[in-house]
Nanobody, 120 residues
Framework: QVQFVESGGGLVQPGGSLRLSCAGS????????MGWYRQAPGKQRELVAAITTGGDTNFADSVKGRFTISRHNAKNTVYLQVNSLKPEDTAVYYC??????????????WGQGTQVTVSS
């Protein structure tokens, strides 16, 4: 059974930073293009960052220059470093395998997510 376990969220002030982690269970993350998604209250889940098996990355315009995605294959983990946080970054953050057009390939295997709240 595939499971994603996200962690590292919290309450931070604007301008702050966090490092989010996504550990995979029942799946070898290194053979997939992985992504971080987020869902803010009342909004649809959106892809904010992705990393290919070769390490190429891409980001949503709203987070470009502030977020970094990386992977540690030996730990079967994907990370999202979020810097210069803004209140509009407040959301629950999830990871998943990235499919065509940025949609999640394993839509039945969402983890519990990790809450990021940016507020003064």
């Amino acid at each position: 059974q595939v499971q994603f376990v996200e962690s590292g969220g919290g309450l931070v002030q604007p301008g702050g930073s966090l490092r989010l982690s996504c550990a995979g269970s029942g799946i070898i993350l290194m053979i997939y293009k992985m992504g971080w998604y987020r869902q803010a209250p009342g909004k649809q889940r959106e892809l904010v960052a992705a990393i290919t098996t070769g390490g190429d990355t891409n980001f949503a315009d709203s987070v470009k220059g502030r977020f970094t995605i990386s992977r540690h294959n030996a730990k079967n983990t994907v990370y999202l470093q979020v810097n210069s946080l803004k209140p509009e970054d407040t959301a629950v953050y999830y990871c998943n395998v990235v499919g065509t057009s940025g949609s999640a390939r394993l839509g039945d295997s969402w983890g519990q997510g990790t809450q990021v709240t940016v507020s003064s």
